[in-house]
């Protein structure tokens, strides 16, 4: 029997599944206080920019935030990165969900530490704000012959 048919036949009455939009990070958010692990199944191969945004992904972002273990599709080079960190665990198809389930079942507490080391490292803005500064004050700061100027001020 297809993964989807038993969690919709009620086989699996702790999973649920839902095909709603998060249009808003506090959506999102608000579902990741509610659940143990995050699901980010994105299809790979629909093009270069897809496969490698995917930590751009407001819904990965909030699981992270959240401390919460991913169980992701494999595909895509973000997959590596969120496997590589210890926070994910990345399946081919959702027949390996079971498997993916009793991994991040015995390693529950890592896997969530690890999630929010990932999220503090990608997510947090104080991460960036000196070095988008410094960025943004050269350019600021030169013409488009390299030669400086003076008398300009930028605020951030």
Request: with cysteine; net charge negative; charged share 25%.
């Amino acid at each position: 029997m297809e993964v989807k048919t038993r969690v919709h036949s009620g086989l699996h009455p702790n999973v649920q599944v839902s095909r709603d939009y998060f249009d808003t990070p506090e959506r999102a958010e608000r579902v990741c206080t509610n659940v143990d692990i995050g699901l980010a199944w994105y299809d790979g191969g629909l093009s270069p920019n897809f496969d490698t945004a995917a930590l751009s992904s407001g819904k990965v972002a909030a699981y992270l935030k959240h401390g919460l273990p991913l169980i992701v599709r494999r595909g895509g080079s973000f997959v590596e990165v969120l496997e590589q960190s210890g926070c994910a665990i990345a399946i081919q198809t959702p027949l390996d969900l079971p498997f993916a389930l009793d991994y991040i079942e015995r390693n529950y507490i890592g896997m969530s530490g690890r999630a929010l080391e990932k999220f503090d490292t990608c997510y947090k803005f104080e991460n960036y704000e000196e070095p988008l500064a410094a960025f943004l004050g050269k350019a600021v700061n030169q013409d488009r012959a390299g030669e400086p100027k003076t008398g300009r001020v930028l605020a951030l």
